[in-house]
């Protein structure tokens, strides 16, 4: 039925014509693809902490005698709802950022700002793996979008660059403008990333390694909102990266002036 329906369409039409209406049938067919992978990697991915819950509410239950296993289990219980709620607020983000392609009221948004705010977000969990964390940015930094979102996707890099590095190592952030590019590195001292896994990891839900990804309470979305994160500003994020040895993320957006429209003689450059 699809075909005749195709043929009916394009019947009155030339040859470009065709190609064109073949292109939009495959592109739709593709977005309900991806649309259809998501709904099952969601509820694959919802069952594993509300699957653990309700193991561990049961064990706490059998164990009503021993108060040290009961506490053990809560404790436990209280680990993976913070894995879950993590989780829904990523979904949440994503599929929001998946359904718009463009920025509602992007803002004039000062980088610095963006990372020092992404730093905040990570020190605890910094300091608690004893990694050193140096941010230094570039005053002349600006771009128009989305503050929120843009320290969000620098956390998220900060934040793995945290976990899959060794306490005692050091992790750098640096931002700058580069000609009519912002560039945001997080450059870390870590395991690396095979060469083979480089493109994949910013598929939504793809892990190198599962069992360290979760252990440090990984949902698996993070590079995928960093992507998504870029691509809605007009930019894009990029890896390099040295089994062994370490991984830098790259962040490239447009730059905007920094000349606001209230103040439009004031050039906000350092
Ligand atoms: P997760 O929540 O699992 O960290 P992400 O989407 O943020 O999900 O990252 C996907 C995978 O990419 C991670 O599980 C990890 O295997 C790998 N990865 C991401 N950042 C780094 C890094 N800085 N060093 C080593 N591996 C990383």
Not at 76 to 92: G, M, Y
Not at 226 to 252: I, L, Q
Request: aromatic share 4%; with cysteine; glycine share 8%.
């Amino acid at each position: 039925t699809t075909n005749a329906l195709m043929r009916a369409r394009v019947a009155p039409l030339g040859a470009r014509h065709i190609l064109i209406l073949a292109e939009d049938h495959t592109h739709a067919q593709r977005v309900e693809e991806v649309r259809r992978d998501f709904v099952a990697n969601v509820s694959h991915e919802l069952k594993t902490p509300v699957g653990g819950i309700a193991l561990l509410a049961e064990a706490i239950l059998d164990a009503r005698d021993d108060p040290e296993a009961v506490s053990r289990f809560a404790a436990r219980i209280q680990v993976e709802s913070t894995r879950l709620t993590r989780l829904v607020k990523e979904i949440v983000d994503l599929s929001r950022l998946q359904a718009a392609d463009t920025l509602h009221e992007p803002q004039l948004v000062g980088i610095p700002m963006v990372v020092a705010e992404a730093v905040d977000m990570v020190r605890v969990a910094a300091e608690a793996r004893q990694i050193a964390l140096e941010p230094v940015a570039d005053e002349r930094a600006f771009v128009f979008g989305d503050a929120d979102l843009l320290a969000t996707a620098v956390a998220n890099l900060v934040s793995n660059a945290v976990n899959y590095s060794e306490p005692g190592t050091r992790v750098a952030v640096a931002a700058r403008r580069v000609g009519d590019t912002v560039e945001i590195t997080v450059s870390d001292q870590g395991q690396g990333i095979p060469a083979t896994e480089q493109d994949r990891i910013f598929e939504r839900f793809y892990r190198v390694d599962a069992a360290r990804s979760r252990a440090t309470g990984g949902t698996g979305l993070g590079l995928a909102i960093v992507k998504h994160v870029c691509a809605t500003h007009g930019g894009d994020v990029s890896v390099w990266s040295e089994e062994g040895h370490g991984s830098t993320f790259t962040m490239r957006l447009p730059a905007a002036s920094g000349r606001t429209a209230a103040d439009p003689d004031r050039h906000a450059v350092g």
